[in-house]
């Protein structure tokens, strides 16, 4: 029996011919997924989608030899399967572009057409059979060369990114004496008058409430860049990372629809080759904070959308599955990456119909996310003793809010909502990356924005319960502006404008000016007020 069954298993597994293109063509779609992201990425990720996906390719090719006897028929039936599989969300909203369809109308008519493919196919010449399955196979083999070369040289790049280690050094005097330091950034969160100008929303009440409080606000502050990666590598080192770049290029080279012309192609290789990414991991600032003895406490949210990026010991969990999503979800098991796969396949259906009842998985993610990092800002630091010290230690609190950028899952009380299946989200403009003014979305970013001005006013209340606190440092910055790609803007340019607050205990900012931009507020933090840049300077 087990000799007959051996004899089977090399029977229908006998040719690699057969079903290797098969497996191939199931395990390109995570490849070329992991391939375009592999600098946002870890290697580990693409694990259990290769896995899934090549158990999928065999599984399909063993149900069709059982149907059709002959290896070939199984090998084409299935690589048929596999295309209508993970194209499927290529084919739907390729569909919906002439002929607006619901998904029960798509895939009736995938089924219909993969039904009558398995109908045609030993109709196939003999001649024309094999040759098929090899031009199959030498396809597939072209297609992965790009994802493979981009992931094996983005890996190696990352093989030389390890995440800090730093001693603390117990020589530093009176470390007791310093401030904790609370350093928070709110992701495209506008500037004062940006809220007022383009979504007319009128946020001066809180701006009154930071200086009352005796903050300082640059309220003409701007950012040198577009991108998160590239201005939060900016801040915590203290400097900007290139020269300073036009608005008008930057906005050319971020929202072009191609990079052609030798300027833009200039600035993406002058960007693109400054390791942003590497400088946040390995950032002076939490470096020259560890090595003088502070406690450092990270809750960066980016690692929602850059799952490499980590802080080694400093980082507090911010992966929080959200305990209130009962539906059973199969996207409470998954990862963004796998998310984002399986939303090309047949899968899409299922997400639909989740989505239908409320938020998405991202979504309460998303959500959960961030209120967690609201919890970790509102926890009082403890003044952290180490073992050859008997003076506390003082406490900073990174914590890096994904909000108000999208998704917009908060009303302005708080309440979720799901605004990914509402109208008019993302409108665009001919071929323009720029949203329309018919878009929806600058209501929703509204809303989650005075969500978000809400939450900091409540912490920061209770960070002065007890009157002006005399021991913390609270440095409150955006990354960039609303940005628009993802919002209506009647001037483009507001992109740059941000949000820049600090207060200091002594509240004296002499020398820090209306426009000061967040890294000048950081180097003032940490030049003028602590001392910790001498020879940086």
């Not at 229908?12 to 191939?24: A, C, E, H, N, R």
């Not at 903050?215 to 990666?229: G, I």
């Not at 080694?312 to 409470?332: H, K, M």
């Not at 899968?347 to 979504?363: A, C, N, P």
Request: charged share 20%; aromatic share 14%.
């Amino acid at each position: 029996m087990k000799m007959e069954c051996n004899q089977t298993l090399r029977h229908v597994f006998g040719s690699i011919l057969y079903w290797g293109p098969v497996v191939m063509f199931s395990v390109y779609p995570a490849l070329r997924l992991y391939g375009r992201n592999a600098d946002m990425l870890h290697l580990s990720i693409l694990i259990r989608p290769a896995v899934a996906a090549t158990l999928l390719a065999l599984v399909s090719y063993l149900i069709l030899f059982c149907l059709y006897r002959q290896q070939i028929f199984a090998a084409i039936a299935a690589l048929g399967f596999m295309i209508l599989f993970w194209n499927y969300s290529v084919l739907y909203h390729g569909l919906n572009r002439f002929l607006p369809i619901e998904h029960w109308h798509a895939i009736p008519l995938v089924i219909f057409a993969y039904a009558h493919t398995l109908y045609f196919i030993p109709k196939i010449s003999k001649t024309k059979r094999k040759p098929l399955l090899i031009l199959c196979f030498l396809y597939i083999l072209l297609l992965s060369i790009v994802p493979i070369y981009e992931t094996i040289s983005e890996e190696l790049q990352k093989d030389r990114i390890a995440p800090p280690t730093f001693s603390y050094d117990s020589d530093v005097a009176r470390i007791e004496a310093f401030p904790d330091i609370y350093l928070i950034i709110l992701d495209e969160y506008a500037r004062f008058d940006t809220i007022q100008e383009e979504f007319g929303y009128d946020n001066s009440p809180f701006m009154h409430f930071l200086k009352d409080k005796g903050f300082f606000v640059a309220e003409q502050s701007e950012v040198r860049y577009l991108s998160t990666t590239l201005n939060i590598a900016s801040f915590l080192n203290f400097n900007w990372i290139s020269l300073p770049i036009s608005k008008e290029e930057l906005l050319a080279y971020r929202f072009a629809s191609a990079r052609e012309t030798p300027a833009q192609k200039a600035l993406q290789a002058d960007l693109e080759g400054k390791s942003a990414m590497e400088k946040i991991i390995n950032n002076r600032l939490m470096q020259k904070l560890s090595r003088i003895g502070y406690h450092i406490e990270v809750f960066s949210g980016m690692r929602l959308f850059y799952p490499t990026l980590r802080f080694g010991e400093w980082e507090v969990d911010g992966t929080y599955e959200n305990p209130s999503d009962a539906s059973g979800s199969l996207y409470r098991m998954l990862n963004v990456f796998e998310r984002e796969l399986l939303n090309q396949t047949m899968f899409l259906v299922y997400d639909k119909l989740h989505r239908q009842s409320g938020l998405t998985s991202w979504e309460l993610q998303f959500a959960t996310h961030t209120l967690h990092a609201f919890d970790f800002l509102s926890v009082e630091p403890l003044r952290v003793r180490p073992e050859d010290s008997a003076q506390g230690r003082p406490t900073i609190k990174y914590a890096h809010i994904m909000s108000p950028h999208n998704p917009y899952v908060f009303d302005r009380d708080g309440n979720l909502w799901s605004t990914t299946s509402l109208p008019n989200l993302k409108v665009r403009d001919g071929e323009s990356l720029f949203l329309s003014e018919g878009s929806q979305a600058n209501v929703y970013y509204t809303e989650q924005y005075i969500f978000v001005t809400q939450r900091i006013t409540q912490l920061i209340s209770q960070l002065f319960v007890d009157g002006p606190p005399q021991d913390k440092v609270i440095i409150l910055l955006s990354d960039h502006g609303p940005r628009p790609h993802e919002l209506f803007l009647h001037d483009p340019e507001h992109a740059f404008s941000v949000l820049a607050a600090l207060y200091l205990p002594d509240m004296h900012y002499t020398g820090l000016d209306h426009d000061a931009d967040p890294v000048e507020i950081i180097r003032y933090v940490f030049g003028n007020y602590l001392g910790l840049l001498e020879g940086d300077m």
